[in-house]
């Protein structure tokens, strides 16, 4: 289905986009926490590179979900050919499992993930490299096709990253004690970094080494050490010192990996964008990392008795009291993280509900539930929602897209939105961007959409 063909108007509670707007041009809306002067916004000009304070160009990183290789066909080379990989600095490959007893493993109990993981053979039409795997290679499947994206792009970095929602349920277990610590990130850096994987049923890939140099970092995304996590999850009280601690452990063991090897190796953690969650942290975890992403999504969702923005940079005029992207960075730059230490996550995917009344073109409406399950939940991916019949709307304060159709209400980021985001992050010197997740995003619109609006200078300051 298209988008309806319908006369754009202006209307009180958001920008009317169904057809295009007449101007283009974002609104500055709320003040920068630091605005780079005219002189540092003539000199980016001059080299024609947005770096960060640090030196280092702005982060665009997007997180590769591997299960969508076996139930979506998003492979690597779906990637490559998206283009999108040509945009992007970072891939966050989602993710590793650590076993009961607080170790890095690959779960014998999942044979899809070993097998596509680094087992499967690809012919040669799927392959990154456009030749066939032989049987006997030691190392096969989606991590020998990561490698070869990386040979293709040099300046790509990949950091395996740890947990996620499903996959937190022992990082406690691991964080406990400083010997559970020491052998959990000892075994994280064997099985990732050091590429050291198991051979198992009668297969010939596997053995040490021959992963090596497919990672070069790792995230941790321990969701979430302050609670509020999923139910099957240890937790301990002590979760948030521990994970203090374990982080830590991580940057000592790296920095040992890195006079081992002669690498550099990236250590970053996911942070929540909810307020409750976001107070568990204590402020020594910016002492450790490069970089930290902050989730700028999931402020509502089926939990909500009203349609709200999930995604929104700034609280909406109607409900200043709503979370916010601003609010979240705001909240780790209190707890002492650097600006340039803070990448925003921004979502390829939007949510729903129905039931919605017409009235305020659907925003802060009582609703009936959710809308029916479809990506993943009551989602719907960024390329789904673009295609989308219904009146489409931008408040450009809040920052914030949504659609209205037939009693339907979904909000997203459209590239619109990202304009607008990658305008705060350079007026406040964050460190770039992040995509959840890149098969949301088959054609590397989103992508492209943040590497641009990255790709501009900062505007000089009053």
């Not at 995604?311 to 601003?326: F, G, I, K, R, W």
């Not at 990506?375 to 709307?393: C, H, I, K, N, V």
């Not at 914030?400 to 350079?426: M, S």
Request: aromatic content about 10%.
């Amino acid at each position: 289905m298209g988008r309806t063909a319908t006369p754009s108007v202006l209307l009180p509670y958001g920008r009317d986009v169904t057809s295009p707007p007449t101007s283009s041009k974002p609104s500055s809306g709320r003040r920068p926490l630091l605005v780079l002067g005219a002189a540092l916004a003539a000199v980016v000009l001059l080299v024609g590179t947005i770096v960060s304070l640090n030196g280092r160009p702005l982060e665009r990183i997007g997180y590769f979900a591997d299960w969508n290789v076996a139930n979506r066909g998003h492979t690597v080379e779906e990637l490559r050919r998206s283009g999108a990989s040509e945009h992007l600095t970072r891939l966050m490959w989602a993710f590793g499992d650590i076993s009961p007893e607080g170790l890095c493993h690959i779960p014998e109990d999942n044979h899809d993930q070993p097998w596509e993981l680094y087992q499967r053979r690809y012919d040669a039409d799927a392959s990154v490299n456009g030749e066939a795997d032989e049987y006997e290679q030691e190392l096969a499947g989606s991590l020998n096709q990561l490698r070869q994206l990386r040979a293709l792009h040099p300046d790509l970095g990949a950091s395996l990253s740890l947990g996620g929602w499903n996959w937190s349920v022992h990082f406690s277990t691991a964080a406990r004690t400083e010997k559970s610590r020491r052998a959990f990130v000892a075994s994280c850096l064997d099985l990732w970094l050091r590429g050291n994987l198991p051979i198992r049923d009668d297969e010939p890939q596997g053995g040490q080494g021959v992963a090596e140099g497919v990672f070069d970092g790792i995230d941790l995304d321990w969701e979430w050490p302050g609670g509020q996590g999923n139910s099957d999850n240890v937790e301990h009280p002590d979760d948030p010192a521990a994970f203090t601690l374990l982080v830590a452990e991580f940057r000592a063991q790296m920095d040992e990996l890195s006079r081992e090897t002669g690498r550099e190796y990236v250590l970053s953690v996911s942070l929540p964008g909810g307020e409750a969650h976001s107070q568990a942290y204590e402020s020594e975890v910016f002492d450790h990392v490069d970089f930290a992403t902050v989730q700028g999504y999931d402020f509502a969702g089926p939990w909500s008795e009203r349609t709200a923005h999930h995604s929104n940079l700034y609280a909406p005029e109607y409900d200043t009291e709503a979370n916010s992207v601003d609010k979240a960075i705001r909240r780790y730059l209190d707890l002492g993280a650097g600006a340039d230490q803070l990448v925003m996550g921004i979502p390829a995917f939007g949510r729903g509900w129905r039931g919605v009344p017409a009235e305020r073109n659907g925003r802060n409406q009582l609703v009936e539930g959710p809308v029916e399950d479809d990506y993943d939940g009551p989602t719907r991916s960024f390329d789904q929602l673009e295609e989308m019949a219904g009146r489409r709307f931008f408040d450009e304060e809040a920052g914030a897209y949504w659609i209205y159709a037939e009693g339907e209400w979904w909000t997203y980021d459209n590239p619109e939105v990202i304009a607008r985001k990658g305008e705060y992050v350079r007026e406040h010197d964050l460190a770039g961007m992040m995509v959840w997740n890149l098969d949301m995003d088959p054609e590397g619109d989103l992508v492209r959409a943040m590497d641009e609006a990255l790709d501009r200078p900062a505007r000089p300051g009053p």
